[in-house]
Structure formats: C-alpha cells, structure tokens
C-alpha cells in the first residue's frame, strides 16, 4: 500500500500571507500511460463533505479560486494558498489514486494567525 | 443539480449488518466508478470500496475486505454498500463518491453529505 503523509499536522498562517502544506508518498505515484502523478487535494470544512480542490498533482477544478496550487514530483508533493483568506479555514487531506487503496493523508489543519 | 444523496446510516450492534444506498442526481450514473469513503468521528479519510461503472470490477479496502459488499444498479441509478459483522471501529459517516473522470481514475470531483454508522452495544 501506498502511505500518504502529510506536513505539518496543523499551521496557523496570516490573513493575505502564503499557506504551503506538503505531501510525501511512500512511492511514487506517476502514472506513466497518462504521465501525470495521481494526487488530489481536498478541503474540508466542518460539517461539510471534501471538495476536491486540485487532481493529476495541479491541475485546479472548476471553480476552484486561483490562489489554490498544487505541485510537486516523484514523491513529493506541495498545495500553496497563494494569500490566505478567512473562508480557507479547513482541514486539507491530499490522496493518491495510482493504485488502490487510495489512500489520503492525515490531514492538515489550517488556521488563521 | 448534480448531487449525491446516502442513506441507511444508523445504530447496530456489533456483528449487526447494514446497506447503505446512494441516489446520484444530474449525471449519467452509469458511466462513472462510485466510491465509499468513511471518516471515523474527529478522524481523516479512509477510502473504503470502489467500484466501476458498469459493475465489473469492485475493489476494497483490507479494513472491509471479506465482509462488505459495494453494488451498483444502474438501472435505478443506485449505489450500494453493504457490511457485515460490524465492529466499533466501523463508526464512522459514509460518504459516496464520485469518480471524477469517465476513465476510472481514483479521485473524487463529487461527494454526498454522508450517513452516519454507529456501532455499539
């Protein structure tokens, strides 16, 4: 199985400042027939059900606000907010889908400094 | 509206049994794998079973594997889960899934509300 660990647990970040959350597989997750990584990302907020924010490691959903990014390659995985707004308050959850379990990180917990 | 609707959440005892269904709405169901993704009360994510759309192949996780059942009627456009020999670590909410791509690819672009499990005596 895949393990998905994300980093940190939890981040306090200031209103208009950069949130950087990271992801590491425990191997790779490149997925040579479409040579994109499966990786998602996920923000949840209390009460509600995940949205998926950014699949294929970067490419952004429909709808999804353009300070949301996601990046990274072999193992290594990174979702930026570019300038952090008060509704970004969540837990985000990144998940691979190479192969299955497809399993998601721990979480990460993001707050407002 | 493009949605996902569970139902059958509640209370069993351990060693009980549930099915969980899942009515989708605004999609054609059938060209889509469904999930179920399950988050114990305070905990993260866990995906559990999966399965493609036109019922062939099914996968699960080793938590449910051997006592859990995901199905699919396509012609009444429902997913199910059933589990059996329910255990207390099986308290969670259920959330059906949707794949985001008409290939079966893993992720999920669109999630219902969830129905909650409870296992206790």
């Known amino acids: 199985d895949i393990v998905m660990t994300q980093s940190p647990d939890s981040l306090a970040v200031s209103l208009g400042e950069r949130a950087t959350i990271n992801c590491k597989s425990s191997q790779s997750v490149f997925h040579s027939s479409k040579n994109k990584y499966s990786l998602a990302w996920y923000q949840q907020k209390p009460g509600q059900p995940p949205k998926l924010l950014i699949y294929w490691a970067s490419t952004r959903e429909s709808g999804v606000p353009d300070r949301f990014s996601g990046s990274g390659s072999g193992t290594d995985f990174t979702l930026s907010i570019s300038s952090l707004e008060a509704e970004d308050v969540a837990v985000y959850y990144c998940?691979?889908?190479?192969?299955?379990?497809?399993?998601f990180g721990q979480g990460t917990r993001l707050e407002i400094k | 509206e493009v949605q996902l609707l569970e139902s059958g959440g509640g209370s069993v005892q351990p060693g009980g049994s549930l099915r969980l269904s899942c009515a989708p709405s605004g999609f054609t169901f059938s060209n889509y794998a469904m999930s179920w993704v399950r988050q114990a009360p305070g905990k993260g994510l866990e995906w559990v079973a999966a399965i493609i759309g036109s019922g062939d192949n099914t996968y699960y996780a080793d938590s449910v594997k051997g006592r859990s059942t995901i199905s699919r009627d396509n012609s009444k456009s429902t997913l199910y889960l059933q589990i059996n020999s329910l255990r207390a670590e099986d308290t969670a909410v259920y959330y059906c899934?949707?794949?985001?791509?008409?290939?079966?690819?893993?992720?999920?672009?669109?999630w219902g509300r969830g129905t909650l499990v409870t296992v206790s005596s």
């Open positions: 998940q691979q889908y190479r192969s299955t379990p497809n399993n």
């Open positions: 899934a949707k794949e985001g791509e008409l290939a079966y690819s893993g992720y999920f672009d669109l």
